[in-house]
């Protein structure tokens, strides 16, 4: 269980011209099947941290499109922009979470979005002073939950072609990118590796990360860390996920493992 210390408050957030606290941008980013949802869920539960669930993913092949003008109340909480198929009107999940980003706006020191693209430069266009807490997650893993989406017949809004061997070019180019910007700017980039994060029931990364952040730990987050663990415990730790023969293979030969240990190495 992650348990918190009470400590006295931070320095308060920078303030804009008229005095007013001026929140400062913040994106979860990861391959999909990652863990970017659950991380999410897990800092989205801080009273100081406002986060999308991919709300401008329609921007994603544009980002230079995704500048700070969407960032504030009113337009963030527009879903009439159709920039999103994960709006509040369309499940009882989303409604709920952006009924509790709407809530604590006033008090949030960060406002972002989760992403599933790993596009760190590219948002620093628009977003110089962003900060990015990048999630990743053993290649095997990541595989296995992309060929048992892209296998299912039923699965509507998973192509056939987002199979195991995509994973593998979509991981290498993802990491390369987390790698690149880390060492760039290690003071905006923090690196969470997937079970080092869930499994240790003390969450010591989280705690790090927070740290990092310059943001307290609190009842509501330690709350969701610890359903978060239990998640894990129970759903994914020490479940096996045998690929075919040939994917298996395919990993062997091209997931970059230089590049997953350089990243790794990095983690929290």
């Known amino acids: 269980m992650l348990t918190i210390a009470i400590v006295a408050p931070d320095a308060p957030a920078s303030l804009n011209v008229v005095g007013v606290p001026t929140p400062r941008p913040l994106f979860v980013v990861g391959l999909g099947r990652s863990g970017t949802t659950a991380i999410l869920d897990v800092f989205a539960a801080h009273p100081e941290i406002v986060l999308g669930v991919e709300r401008f993913k329609g921007l994603w092949g544009d980002l230079d499109q995704m500048g700070p003008e969407l960032f504030v109340r009113e337009r963030f909480f527009d879903f009439e922009d159709g920039l999103t198929n994960l709006r509040p009107q369309d499940a009882r999940r989303w409604r709920d ?49 992309w060929h048992e989406r892209a296998s299912n017949v039923d699965d509507l809004t998973w192509p056939d072609s987002y199979n195991a061997r995509l994973a593998v070019e979509r991981q290498n180019t993802g990491l390369g990118r987390i790698r690149r910007a880390r060492r760039q700017r290690p003071d905006l980039v923090a690196v969470v590796e997937h079970s080092r994060f869930f499994g240790d029931p003390e969450g ?19 709350h969701a860390f610890d359903a978060a663990h239990a998640g894990y415990v129970s759903s994914i730790a020490g479940k096996a996920r045998p690929l075919p023969v040939e994917d298996a293979a395919f990993i062997d030969r091209h997931a970059d493992s230089g590049l997953w240990r350089d990243v790794t190495e990095m983690a929290m």
């Open 97 to 145: 979470h952006y009924a509790r980003m709407a809530d604590k706006w006033e008090s949030a020191r960060y406002v972002g979005d989760k992403m599933t693209t790993i596009r760190i430069q590219k948002i620093w266009r628009r977003h110089p002073e962003a900060r990015f807490v990048c999630i990743v997650r053993d290649i095997e893993q990541v595989a296995h939950s």
């Open 204 to 222: 010591k990364s989280l705690l790090r990360v927070l740290d990092w952040l310059d943001l307290d730990p609190t009842p509501e987050i330690a």
